[in-house]
């Protein structure tokens, strides 16, 4: 079995977890903590360091999901869908700051993959999801928008 065929499907499996999440989140069937946990595992299962990525900045973020130059869409997904659910999940409960940095992080993700062809099979495309983040952050009170305007000079470089 070629090892990126298992690759993609265990990030399919890992992606449906986080489908699977994301609708408990919105019937508020999960405590902030329990979400949280359910990321870390996701993260974990996925080959990823979710409290890592957490800390880091555009910058180092993008050499988490581009480590030779050239974004691993797999990675970049996984991480963009799991700051999407924590954004959603902080908006939810009103911590509108973590909400706001939360959902900054994964349109920034989402971004790098806009350009990348053949997306995940059974997973959110991109473009929908940053259509929805951008919904929210506007719902959202005003803030500095700090890593979409990074991300987007960022993602620009790694074309």
């Known amino acids: 079995m070629d090892r990126r065929d298992y690759v993609?499907?265990?990030?399919?499996q890992v992606g449906?977890?986080?489908?699977?999440?994301?609708?408990r989140i919105l019937a508020r069937e999960v405590t902030t903590s329990e979400t949280r946990?359910?990321?870390?595992?996701?993260a974990r299962a996925g080959g990823l360091d979710y409290d890592l990525a957490r800390a880091m900045t555009p910058d180092t973020l993008l050499l988490m999901?581009?480590?030779?130059?050239?974004?691993?869409?797999?990675?970049?997904?996984?991480?963009?869908e799991m700051f999407?659910?924590?954004?959603?999940?902080?908006e939810l409960v009103g911590q509108v700051g973590e909400a706001r940095d939360s959902l900054e992080r994964a349109a920034f993700l989402f971004g790098m993959l806009q350009p990348i062809a053949g997306n995940l099979v059974g997973l959110p495309e991109s473009a929908p999801?940053?259509?929805?983040?951008?919904?929210?952050?506007?719902?959202?009170p005003p803030?500095?928008?700090?890593?979409?305007?990074?991300?987007?000079?960022l993602a620009a470089g790694a074309r």
């Open 65 to 80: 999901v581009a480590p030779g130059g050239e974004v691993d869409p797999g990675r970049c997904w996984l991480l963009a």
């Open 8 to 12: 993609m499907r265990l990030i399919e």
């Open 129 to 140: 999801r940053i259509e929805e983040i951008e919904r929210r952050l506007t719902g959202l």
């Open 37 to 42: 946990e359910e990321l870390r595992a996701a």
């Open 143 to 153: 803030g500095h928008r700090r890593m979409v305007a990074a991300g987007a000079r």
């Open 16 to 23: 449906q977890m986080l489908l699977a999440l994301r609708r």
């Open 84 to 90: 999407y659910l924590e954004g959603v999940e902080a």
